[in-house]
């Protein structure tokens, strides 16, 4: 690992405003899953059904953090490739932490829950890490592409789920939706009934939404600081 990528590791959470934000953003998962156990009914009460949840909630603020890297300073003496190796530090620490919570808060609920709690717990745990990944490689490459930090914020949550209401409104498209939106991916991902098939839409994904929108954020802020 060079000094480059070191440093943008260092500079993930590096802020007080990074570490507020993680700081914030983990007791919201943890008041999220004990609330659902609180009021889920019994056969509810799985790790599935608690990290869909969870997971989706946390994958809100992930993207900031790649959005607060993508406009610090200091990443123009880097690139875009250490720009988004930054965000992955806290993506899975969040992923975990999720992790974490939806199986400590499980173990702890009343015993008259579902028949088999921890179905596909290990997918849905590997699942949970992948999901933060893409949620804040969106924030480095929308971060990279807009200017204003509001504005790319607003895109995460909006470009998506747009993408998502649209392609899920026409029946003819409706197929495309786990290979074209993240959160047709998530859904596959947190079931924890993964394929070939879904793992490859799920690669798709990546691709687009990960590697293909940090490069053409990186593209269109070279020309805009050459």
């Given at each position: 690992?060079?000094?480059?990528?070191?440093?943008?590791?260092?500079?993930?959470?590096?802020?007080?405003?990074?570490?507020?934000?993680?700081?914030?953003?983990?007791?919201?998962?943890?008041l999220t899953a004990v609330a659902?156990?609180?009021?889920?009914?019994?056969?509810?009460?799985?790790?599935?059904?608690?990290?869909?949840?969870?997971?989706?909630?946390?994958?809100?603020?992930?993207p900031l953090f790649g959005i607060?890297?993508?406009?610090?300073?200091?990443?123009?003496?880097?690139?875009?490739?250490?720009?988004?190796?930054?965000?992955?530090?806290?993506?899975?620490?969040?992923?975990?932490a999720g992790v974490v919570i939806?199986?400590?808060?499980?173990?702890?609920?009343?015993?008259?829950?579902?028949?088999?709690?921890?179905?596909?717990?290990?997918?849905?745990?590997?699942?949970?890490?992948?999901?933060?990944?893409?949620?804040?490689?969106?924030?480095?490459?929308?971060?990279?592409?807009?200017?204003?930090?509001?504005?790319?914020?607003?895109?995460?949550?909006?470009?998506?789920?747009?993408?998502?209401?649209?392609?899920?409104?026409?029946?003819?498209?409706?197929?495309?939706?786990?290979?074209?939106?993240?959160?047709?991916?998530?859904?596959?991902?947190?079931?924890?009934?993964?394929?070939?098939?879904?793992?490859?839409?799920?690669?798709?994904?990546?691709?687009?939404?990960?590697?293909?929108?940090?490069?053409?954020?990186?593209?269109?802020?070279?020309?805009?600081?050459?």
């Open positions: 690992m060079d000094d480059t990528t070191r440093d943008a590791l260092r500079r993930s959470v590096g802020t007080r405003a990074r570490r507020w934000l993680l700081a914030g953003t983990l007791p919201a998962g943890l659902l156990v609180a009021t889920a009914a019994p056969a509810d009460r799985t790790f599935v059904d608690l990290s869909g949840a969870v997971q989706s909630l946390l994958s809100v603020a992930t607060l890297l993508a406009h610090d300073p200091r990443r123009e003496s880097g690139g875009v490739v250490p720009t988004a190796l930054g965000v992955l530090l806290p993506a899975v620490v969040i992923g975990v939806c199986a400590a808060t499980l173990a702890l609920s009343p015993a008259d829950g579902a028949a088999d709690p921890w179905r596909h717990a290990g997918t849905v745990a590997v699942g949970s890490v992948l999901v933060q990944v893409v949620a804040g490689l969106v924030g480095t490459g929308l971060g990279l592409l807009l200017r204003s930090r509001v504005v790319a914020f607003l895109a995460t949550i909006v470009l998506p789920l747009g993408l998502f209401g649209l392609l899920d409104a026409v029946d003819a498209l409706r197929p495309a939706l786990p290979w074209l939106t993240p959160f047709g991916s998530v859904r596959n991902l947190l079931s924890g009934e993964m394929s070939a098939l879904r793992w490859a839409q799920w690669l798709c994904v990546l691709l687009i939404w990960g590697v293909g929108l940090n490069a053409l954020g990186a593209a269109v802020r070279g020309r805009r600081h050459p």
